[in-house]
């Protein structure tokens, strides 16, 4: 059996590898044996093994006899470093008992000060140290603190006791309480226990001890524990480490004190110490806001206009050691460095030391000046950045400082957040935008005839729909916040009145949605603009550098081509045609084209429709000057552009001149049950030729105007939706080669031009071979893909997918994260059958699955050339691709 108690300070210095390992001694251990190593004033002391800990779960609760003789012995290793014995009436060695797992969990487990106290120790304490009150000060901690965490006792009961003692002093300090004042409440803490136990408080100091380690054992299967790995993805196997370590005391007098610090500003990045620290106190009560922390630096205490003394102007020769500590921390770990320590009667002791957690914008800024400083290197610096934390550089985010009233919950569609009046219609919304209000869009769905309120409106709120819905597709690609599926809420039309979870609302009432979180909050939350400055640049410079995939933008407006050109896109994965119909002005002649009973009725519609899309593409082109741009051919089911209301229909009969009756038969005709599987797609194409026919022809015409106008030509690439068969694809790809020709003949002149095919279908990865034969590219259409591997609907999935993801099922909702065992190994397929026909065919990702990094780690895993994402997201998938081709 392996060692399961590894030492470190005073003269231990293990050349086990396994003590320095974070999986088995955990992340405090690991580091705490790493500063001794590096020679730092570390308190000596012990780790047992997350390996123990796991065994001790597994098997009941029990201690083996190996470990027991382990433990003895490490403890003589810190009696003899101290100079102290545990539990030594006279002078007595008292330990720390902290948990530390593979990954920090803060606050999520137990910890255990002073122990070694009982009512003998606490006198030799008093004696030696020369401080009765310090030594009954620690002894009531003690009995608090371990009665809380080992012996279960509610922790609430001491401060009651500690409060009225200090009231029946008139103290209103604890620093006012004496010796003989702690002396009186440590008795009556005693009383509690006994009290509530039927038996007095432990004075067998290795009880104590074992009592502790038991305590951090059991820790990790505490609910809190768990409801944190769940929400962190720490897994429940790893189990945590238990250290061991001789206390060090901060509350010896004025001469003692203790602090966090970090080595620079965690939420600006700036290389800047920041911390706070506390004269005469101990760990717990700088974090527990039992009294004011002060500044660690004199420039930060001047900064916030404070009064009480830094811990640079009050203890330089401390403040100076612990300045060097911080340069040789960060010079052993090359980050920054989140860190505890303790200062006793001027003498500086490290208790831990950790990469700290930090803002996107601080991590960014140190990632960039650590490379500067020639600390790291650009390769380290692109991984060091968590590409999702963009997302809190390009949206405005909420004043973290600012009050919340939390109504509700949804699914954080499309990030950033957004206040405004609540607005049940798009029309409304629209209609008051326009007078300058900002207003939140609140819709049980929206579907496409909602678009121009969804621009109108500064966030958008859905009951129903999850991550890849209507909504959140649109308001991703336009860049507003989003929340969706949010279940909680209920809109009642016909009063005009909506519930989230219990409270009443009205239109026109003020609302906070942040499409980060999901949170909607009654009233208004002030933001933060983002600022994207100089540091964010020059990483996406080098992210760029190191990449191999392309990143292109799903994008089917100018404005958004643009918004996502300066984001670094190198091209359109994905022009969704369909939404360029739904603009207001044109949906009559969408209505007339798809009502028409006859060929010569819709050709009129389509003919009406060809110089709109023929201008939507010249302006796309345009903007895209000489980058690829992926048009896909119309895509969604035909009842989509139908009209619902009587109104709808009565003023549609008038501006086409068909009869009510007949346009009402016509919309019942194509009424589907399931029109996700439906009459969409190529499907549309082969039984309306004449769409595709007019799209086709719009794009080459535009291309040709473009080319013609000089400068850089576009490279159209056609792209067939839904496809399931070789054959479908052939007959699409000789009526678009068919408009092709008749075009470049009008014009006398060519342009470049591919067609290729969407993979979104579970056959069409199959049959790969040989679709590859027509195809000249693939677009992996991952949102259809996993809806039909599934059998899950994308619209509806968000009712249903929150407790899969809870129990397990699925690790993440897979139409966020691609669920790469199942619709991965599609992907794969149809890659390697593509090329084995084609080997030059050029493969991409559109669906929503291209702007998230574990997908696009996947994708270069399998060699796709690009991955296409929606504007705001390319900076994430330049990013994660980057980290992708170095990983
Ligand atoms: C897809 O299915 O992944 C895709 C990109 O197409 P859409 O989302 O428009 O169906
Ligand atoms: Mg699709």
């Known amino acids: 059996m392996s060692k399961q108690v590894y030492l ?162 008139g103290y209103y300090a604890d620093v006012e309480m004496q010796a003989e004042d702690w002396q009186v409440l440590v008795g009556q803490y005693n009383g509690i226990v006994e009290a509530a136990l039927g038996h007095p408080f432990p004075q067998d100091v290795h009880e104590q001890l074992w009592g502790a380690i038991r305590a951090v054992f059991d820790s990790w299967d505490s609910d809190r524990a768990k409801v944190y790995r769940r929400l962190n993805d720490i897994s429940g196997d790893w189990g945590t480490a238990v250290n061991v370590q001789a206390m060090v005391f901060g509350n010896m007098g004025d001469t003692s004190a203790t602090g966090v610090a970090f080595t620079r500003d965690p939420a600006t990045g700036e290389k800047a110490y920041y911390g706070e620290w506390l004269v005469n106190a101990q760990g717990e009560d700088v974090v527990a806001g039992i009294r004011t922390p002060q500044y660690l630096t004199k420039a930060s205490r001047e900064r916030a206009g404070a009064k009480p003394l830094s811990m640079e102007e009050a203890m330089p020769a401390a403040f100076g050691e612990l300045a060097a500590v911080f340069e040789l921390l960060e010079q052993q770990y090359r980050d920054m460095q989140d860190i505890e320590f303790t200062v006793e009667r001027g003498h500086l002791w490290m208790l831990q030391t950790r990469s700290g957690k930090r803002t996107a914008k601080a991590a960014l800024k140190m990632a960039v000046d ?25 949206h405005p985010t909420l004043d973290p400082e600012a009050a919340r009233d939390v109504l509700g919950k949804g699914l954080p569609a499309s990030p950033g957040a957004a206040s405004g009046a609540i607005v049940l219609d798009a029309d409304l919304a629209e209609k008051l935008a326009e007078r300058g209000d900002a207003v939140i869009l609140v819709r049980v769905e929206t579907s496409p005839e909602d678009i121009h309120g969804m621009h109108a409106a500064k966030g958008i709120l859905t009951a129903r729909g999850g991550m890849t819905s209507h909504a959140a597709v649109v308001a991703r690609g336009m860049g507003r916040p989003c929340v969706s599926g949010a279940s909680s809420v209920s809109i009642d039309m ?35 603009e983002p600022e994207l400055v100089g540091d964010f640049g020059v990483l996406m410079g080098w992210a760029d550098r190191h990449r191999r995939m392309k990143v292109r933008t799903n994008a089917e407006t100018p404005a958004d081509c643009r918004t996502a050109r300066q984001f670094g896109a190198e091209g359109v994965g994905l022009c969704r045609t369909e939404h360029m119909f739904f603009d207001a002005a044109r949906i009559a002649s969408v209505r007339q084209m798809i009502l028409a009973e006859d060929d010569g009725n819709r050709r009129a519609a389509l003919a009406k429709l060809l110089p709109e899309q023929r201008a ?33 229909f009565a003023e549609l009969s008038e501006t086409i001149g068909i009869g009510v009756d007949t346009l009402k038969r016509r919309a019942a005709e194509l009424h589907e049950f399931n029109p996700m599987l439906g009459h969409r797609g190529c499907r549309l194409g082969i039984t309306f030729p004449e769409i595709y026919e007019m799209q086709a022809r719009a794009l080459f015409e535009a291309a040709c105007d473009v080319a013609a106008q ?91 997918l929150g407790p899969y993801v809870e129990q397990g099922i699925f690790p993440r909702d897979p139409f966020v994260s691609l669920d790469i065992e199942g619709v991965g190994q599609l992907v794969e397929m149809a890659v390697e059958r593509g090329r084995a026909t084609r080997p030059d065919i050029k493969l991409g990702i559109c669906g929503e699955h291209g702007g998230d990094p574990a997908s696009i780690a996947f994708c270069e895993k399998v060699g796709l050339d690009y991955v296409s994402a929606s504007p705001y997201r390319v900076p994430i998938a330049r990013l994660a691709a980057a980290q992708a081709a170095l990983a």
């Open 494 to 528: 016909a009063s005009r009145t909506l519930k989230i979870g219990n409270r009443a609302l009205k239109e026109g009432d003020l609302i906070t949605l942040d499409g980060s979180t999901g949170e909607i909050m009654a009233g208004y939350v002030p933001t933060i």
């Open 370 to 394: 650590m490379t500067h400083e020639g600390l790291i290197d650009e390769r380290t610096a692109i991984c060091r950045v968590d590409p999702m934390a963009l997302d809190q550089l390009l």
């Open 616 to 648: 939507d593409f010249h302006a796309i082109f345009e903007v895209m000057a000489g980058l690829p741009v992926t048009v896909r051919l119309l895509d969604p089911p035909l009842h989509e552009f139908l009209p619902h209301a009587d109104a709808e």
């Open 8 to 169: 470190f300070g005073g003269t231990a210095r293990s050349q086990d590898p396994r003590s320095r390992d974070k999986t088995i001694v955990g992340g405090k251990g690991a580091n705490l044996a790493e500063m001794a190593g590096i020679g730092l004033p570390v308190p000596p002391g012990f780790t047992i093994t997350t390996e123990e800990c796991v065994r001790y779960l597994a098997e009941g609760g029990e201690f083996s006899d190996e470990l027991k003789a382990e433990v003895a012995a490490a403890l003589v290793h810190i009696e003899t470093t101290v100079g102290k014995k545990f539990g030594d009436a006279a002078d007595p060695l008292l330990v720390s008992v902290r948990s530390g797992a593979r990954v920090s969990m803060p606050g999520m487990m137990d910890t255990v000060l002073n122990l070694g106290l009982n009512d003998v120790t606490v006198q030799g304490l008093a004696t030696s140290s020369g401080d009765a009150r310090f030594a009954w000060d620690s002894y009531r901690r003690f009995i608090q603190m371990y009665s809380d965490v080992v012996l279960g006792l509610d922790h609430h009961q001491f401060e009651d006791a500690l409060e009225i003692a200090k009231e029946d002093s």
């Open 710 to 800: 000089g400068g850089e030509a576009p490279v159209p690439e056609v792209m067939v939706p839904l496809v399931a068969t070789r054959k479908e694809l052939a007959i699409l790809k000789a009526l678009i080669d068919r408009t092709a020709e008749a075009v470049f003949s009008e014009k006398g002149a060519r342009v470049a031009y591919h067609v290729g095919t969407m993979i979104e279908l579970p056959r069409a990865a199959l049959m790969a071979g040989e679709i590859a034969e027509v195809g000249e590219f693939f677009s992996f259409g991952t949102n259809d893909l996993t809806q039909t591997t599934l059998g899950v609907s994308r619209d509806d999935a968000a009712r249903f």
